[in-house]
DNA sequence: CGGCTCTTTGAATCACATCAAGGCCCGTGG
DNA sequence: CCACGGGCCTTGATGTGATTCAAAGAGCCG
């Protein structure tokens, strides 16, 4: 029911899964970052390249075994796990050039849940010859450090967000994250597509979706934001990097 | 004016600051975990053992330059970080054996602060040292890439805590996660000191201080915990465990 | 058209924050 | 010895931002 594929987007070169590292153009994002010519073909070797997701597939499960970490190429993936109570919590969502399923390394169990929100395609790095690659290739081992590392930075973020933040300051640091990791993918930073729904972003933000609907009315009133459905546009980057921060100043 | 010693707790030996990774007791929780006897001398031979750091002493500053991560030996240690406009976000209480200061791994900068809430002895590790010990001891890596997932694991329980938990159910996980840790380190699991000031709880669960205060005053009420002052003795564990999870199940 | 889901808007309610006062403990100094 | 003052914690009264509940509007599709 839920394949409603009329929105086939600009993901046409993406959809060519047996690129290679080498070629992708997330390269300057992903693994391969750290890497020269050659020791990318040997990243690119242990690589199941590209596999599809359909909207709504699970990349993997929490409390399933965990062998591998996956990066983003195109699409979207929200990360999520679900209390003994049945609550749901979003812990992250994370787009092309992104590394998702690091929980797992712990306990060699996922702590998570990983669907894709759209139609996507993820790369599975098996983790084990990553770990082994990686005590070859100094700077691979160091930028994995460094990719994990971010990912603690973030959650930390989101700590603040969470234990600190109103609805609007929470609302305005979520549009400003994706915000600039658009850019980092050479996309606008002011103009651009939700891919997640407002349950999911009241869910990532613990608000409910009535508040999330509230807060857009009063950064619309300010003509701050213009928000339609899932389509975004920033009019006042600046101010909204004021209400993410200092809410009203005072 | 804190140091109401009478409860000098078996950290005697603790403040032989000059062992070596092979007779600290906390060898079987931290990086030696992974290794073998000489390979934990390898690993000897880069830490900078047992510096003592007094309490409200900080361990690294948000900003500053990362070249370390520490373990702490004996006492506790928060991390904590500040946003723009001056409010505090403790994001963690690290007790002996555990790692702290993997944040800055990623951009070479400290992404938050860390101070000792008590009189504490920390190892510093090299992370340059570190990294290239890493990849000649398989197993020192892999035990690593554990430790940081087990970093981002917590983190994004403490998300769901803040995103979706009431106050009871989030002091409650706090004194059952600070009770399990304690029987890691074969301590007591049912009574303990809680080594952080109310403040600190409060900042740490996102409540204030007051909100904390009637919490514990209606767990007492339901004899669930005894709580004087610092001092917590959990009276029904399992009672503990349902409101951390449920709240009043439905 | 009707049926579906998602979003918006309004009104009532609630959990926690805020404000204010008082208690307890302990150290200091008369 | 007691009086005083400062932390820190507790308790009560009041306020408020977000939730909840309810209903109506908007977009989509069979």
């Known amino acids: ?15 060519n899964f047996k690129i290679s590292c080498n070629n992708c153009r997330l390269n300057t994002l992903c693994l391969p970052l750290s890497l020269n010519g050659s ?14 997701v359909q909207k709504g597939e699970h990349i993997f499960y929490e409390g399933g075994t965990f062998t591998s970490i996956y990066a983003v190429r195109s699409g979207t993936v929200k990360t999520f796990s679900i209390s003994e109570d049945g609550r749901e ?6 787009f092309p050039g992104e590394l998702l399923g690091m929980d797992g390394i712990s306990r060699n169990i996922h702590q998570s849940n990983a669907v894709a929100l759209e139609t996507s395609a993820v790369c599975e790095i098996p983790f084990k010859s ?3 690659l990686s005590a070859k290739l100094p700077s691979l081992q160091s930028h994995f450090f460094q990719l994990m590392s971010r990912e603690i930075t973030e959650d930390q973020q989101l700590i603040t967000l ?21 850019s ?3 996309l606008s930073s002011t103009r651009f597509r939700l891919p997640m729904s407002r349950v999911d972003i009241g869910n990532y933000l613990g608000l409910t979706i009535e508040t999330i609907s509230r807060v857009i009315g009063r950064l619309q009133k300010q003509e701050i934001v213009v928000i339609n459905n899932k389509e975004v546009e920033i009019v006042q980057y600046d101010s909204l990097l004021k209400v993410a921060r200092v809410q009203w100043s005072k």
């Open 1 to 15: 029911m839920e394949q409603q594929l009329r929105l086939v987007r600009e993901t046409s070169c993406h959809h």
């Open 184 to 186: 980092r993918r050479n």
């Open 89 to 94: 919590q979003v812990a992250g969502f994370y």
């Open 162 to 182: 969470l234990g600190k933040s109103s609805a609007e300051e929470r609302f305005a640091a979520f549009l400003l994250s994706i915000s600039s990791r658009n």
């Open 39 to 52: 020791d990318v073909d040997d990243l690119d070797a242990i690589i199941q390249r590209g596999r599809p």
């Open 130 to 132: 990553l770990g082994e």
